[in-house]
């Protein structure tokens, strides 16, 4: 990553300077994830391809900027902790949210248990696992699959998304780490749904198959505060559509979040399959795919162009 006071003098709302700064971001990121390794602790995860890298831009008035491998279909993995999230905070409400689960960054690893055993019974947030296991025990009360997968469909304005049914296998026979998360929250006494039934749910949402494409229609549905921009759907109140935004901003790259909210400023969401979702206030819904991770497991390439983009386009969330 680079930090620099350079800004070089263009024009940022022509079309064509802000396609060029794209273009030159997917180039970045192609290059840049060369460094990645692609996630191996679920192993029909280790078959993608670490070359891969994809970016899609979406506008508010239609326009989609994309190169790369803007189609290919990956799992979505801990990005649906927003969809889920998103779930809660509009069917529940803010305060039975927030009851079962804190809003503060932890500096620990996606999957760490260590604050959940000797500090608070209620995991830290909703962006690691154990809050997303705790948002689907509420959840799971409530809802079936098919539910969250028709919320996620519209919220990713794209009907094809479907449970990839392998890596959900996968990810049932390898989720140890989970099952200890989710049964240590029952020994605590906090945990509000079936174990089985909420583990279930939420490898079945980290198996759901999306693309950049997707990615970026949810992006621009943050971005305009919850309001689908082409249809005027309203899919999650705005003032919820804030509360999203703030925790991805300050814990959606698990414990890179700090670094990553200095140097690229976005609202934003990663996944061990290889996508960071991004939204920019009034402006762009953003999606890179690139399974190629850091040592975090954030992607190395989708990083590095949302730093590129960021920089040169302004959309730092403090300029």
């Known amino acids: ?38 996630a191996d602790y679920i192993p029909e995860l280790a078959k993608a391809d670490g070359n891969d890298f994809g970016i899609c831009v979406k506008t508010l008035d239609g326009e989609a900027i994309e190169f790369g491998d803007v189609e290919k279909r990956f799992s979505i993995q801990s990005i649906s902790k927003v969809i889920n999230l998103a779930v809660s905070l509009k069917f529940m409400g803010f305060q039975e949210t927030f009851a079962h689960v804190r809003m503060e960054p932890t500096g620990d690893s996606f999957n760490s248990i260590l604050k959940l055993d000797t500090v608070d019974d209620h995991p830290f947030n909703p962006m690691i696992n154990a809050g997303a296991i705790q948002v689907m025990s509420v959840l799971s009360n409530v809802f079936e699959f098919e539910e969250l997968l028709e919320f996620a469909r519209n919220f990713c304005m794209d009907n094809d998304i479907e449970l990839n049914e392998k890596v959900y296998r996968s990810e049932s026979e390898t989720g140890d780490r989970n099952r200890a998360i989710t049964y240590l929250l029952k020994s605590k006494g906090v945990l509000q749904g079936d174990p089985d039934k909420t583990l279930d749910m939420y490898f079945r949402m980290c198996s759901l198959n999306v693309n950049a494409r997707s990615l970026a229609n949810m992006g621009l549905i943050l971005a305009n505060g919850g309001q689908n921009p082409y249809n005027g759907k309203h899919i999650i109140h705005p003032a919820y559509i804030r509360v999203i935004k703030s925790l991805m901003y300050t814990c959606g790259l698990y414990d890179e979040s700090g670094e990553y909210g200095v140097l690229v400023g ?42 590129h983009m960021s920089h040169l386009l302004h959309l730092n969330v403090f300029y």
């Open 266 to 307: 976005i609202p934003s969401k990663s996944g061990v399959g290889g996508g960071i979702i991004g939204a920019v206030d009034n402006l762009y819904g953003i999606g890179t795919y690139g399974p190629a991770l850091n040592q975090k497991g954030n992607s190395v390439g989708g990083i590095s162009a949302m730093q």
């Open 1 to 38: 990553m680079y930090f620099t006071y350079e800004q070089p003098e263009f024009d940022r709302k022509d079309p064509a300077e802000i396609r060029r700064v794209i273009k030159e971001a997917y180039l970045v990121g192609k290059d840049a994830a060369r460094e990645g390794k692609v």
